[in-house]
């Protein structure tokens, strides 16, 4: 299954919300969970299937989506939010990231 | 806590074989499951296999015929090994937990392990 992450890059100024797209070649159902990447950094879960929240993640970390459309909203970016986010699905074999979406700053 | 740790040579020649150890703390090995994630660089992630906590493998089907997941529980360690390596298998080499109980994504990672393939 691929994903495909829109856009690529996303330019914003601290304290916009915005939003990230994940679309899947079939459908997926909610198997899909977001990671942030910081430079030099190892991943990060944000979210996992589709929707549900993680331990620790701050609230301004939301997303959504089912079968083939996911979206990773952040609520008024932080300065730390500066990273490349990924998706990746678990529904089937093997399991895949998507190509990421750098979130840079305006 | 839990801890994961990647070791490993950091430079292979083209052809050879990559032998990687990823040591674990804070978790048992025969109740959770690990896999192995690469990230060439500026690039993104690539899932390559999973050794569940049951002592059974699964490989991503892309590499299947390289590459070999297995483990020592007595030394809370996981093993990778890849052979006929090239020079496009230059990555960060990362292992990472898979969260139980559904164990289909990853909340704790190693730092990683830079691997170059070159002569």
């Known amino acids: 299954i691929m994903l495909t992450q829109s856009p690529a890059t996303l330019s914003v100024t601290p304290g916009e919300s915005i939003s990230l797209s994940c679309r899947a070649s079939q459908s997926i159902s909610t198997n899909l969970h977001w990671y942030q990447q910081k430079p030099n950094e190892s991943p990060r879960v944000l979210i996992k299937y589709a929707s549900q929240s993680i331990s620790g993640i701050p609230s301004r970390f939301s997303g959504s989506g089912s079968g083939t459309d996911f979206t990773l909203n952040i609520n008024r970016v932080e300065p730390e939010d500066f990273s490349v986010y990924y998706c990746?699905?678990?529904?089937?074999?093997?399991?895949?990231f998507g190509g990421g979406t750098k979130l840079e700053l305006k | 806590q839990v801890q994961l740790k990647e070791s490993g040579p950091g430079l292979v020649q083209p052809s050879q074989t990559l032998s990687l150890t990823c040591t674990v703390s804070g978790l048992s090995l025969t109740s959770n499951s690990v896999s192995w994630i690469r990230q060439p660089p500026g690039k993104g992630l690539e899932w390559m296999g999973v050794i569940w906590s049951n002592g059974g493998t699964d490989y991503n089907s892309a590499i299947k015929s390289r590459l070999s997941i297995s483990r020592d529980t007595s030394k809370s360690q996981v093993f990778l090994k890849m052979n006929s390596l090239q020079t496009e298998d230059t990555a960060m080499y990362f292992c990472?937990?898979?969260?139980?109980?559904?164990?289909?994504?990853?909340?704790?990672w190693g730092q990683g392990v830079m691997v170059t393939v070159s002569s």
């Open positions: 990472a937990r898979n969260t139980p109980p559904e164990a289909d994504y990853f909340d704790y």
């Open positions: 990746q699905q678990s529904n089937s074999w093997p399991w895949t």
